[in-house]
């Protein structure tokens, strides 16, 4: 089972520069989210959807931007990287009645020079 | 704002002893608190939840205490297993989201 998948796992960027970072799950879940880990600050909330078509702002959504076309796939898109970018950035997913357990991908750590 | 605290960033304990994690939060609107556990290079995982009307919730060598009154809840592990050296987050949910503390990082000596 594939679960929640995220690419790339690894990038560097230049100051300026935009990507996407991918994530699919195959798990029919409803809800997404993206989050960002920074060392000894534990996982902020970027972005989350409740479905498709259905995107809300978290914690700290400055600089990103998300669209969820179909259930598999939320995309995060980072425009004009910033070094305060530099992270590690997680994607989940949960199905929409349950206690809360997250599915987690990988994460892709994402530097910005 | 941060509504969920671990205010210890590190512990260290001996196999085969108990290991205590503690987590605080402010929202009362929380409903539900797990545990994740994660290792280095790999996402977090889910561990034990506990519902907002419970104050005891146990699985296996994990056991999850809530305080409401306190606002405080607890991981106890026993007896710790040097796999279980790792980052342990603390997590409630409120509504679609889930707010998370810094982490805990624990080691299991030999």
């Known amino acids: 089972n594939a679960g929640v998948t995220q690419t790339p796992k690894f990038r560097i960027l230049k100051i300026g520069q935009s990507m996407t970072l991918q994530c699919t799950q195959d798990?029919?879940?409803?809800?997404m989210y993206w989050y960002r880990q920074d060392p000894g600050m534990g996982l902020k909330l970027i972005y989350y959807s409740v479905g498709a078509g259905i995107t809300d702002k978290g914690e700290v959504p400055n600089g990103y931007n998300v669209s969820r076309s179909t259930t598999e796939d939320f995309p995060l898109r980072l425009e004009l990287a910033a070094p305060s970018q530099t992270s590690v950035y997680f994607c989940a997913s949960r199905p929409t009645a349950n206690t809360g357990e997250l599915f987690f991908g990988e994460g892709s750590r994402l530097t910005v020079l | 704002d941060q509504q969920v605290k671990q205010n210890s960033p590190s512990l260290s304990v001996q196999e085969g002893r108990i290991s205590i994690l503690n987590c605080d939060y402010t929202?009362?609107?929380?409903?539900?608190f797990l545990w994740y556990k994660k290792y280095p290079a790999e996402g977090p995982t889910f561990l034990i939840s506990i519902s907002s009307i419970k104050d005891k919730n146990e699985d296996g060598r994990f056991t999850v205490f809530l305080n409401k009154s306190a606002k405080h809840l607890s991981l106890h592990i026993v007896p710790s297993q040097p796999g279980d050296s790792a980052v342990y987050f603390c997590a409630a949910k409120s509504d679609y989201k889930l707010s998370f503390g810094a982490g805990t990082t624990v080691t299991v000596r030999a």
């Open positions: 798990m029919n879940h409803n809800y």
């Open positions: 929202n009362s609107m929380f409903d539900y």
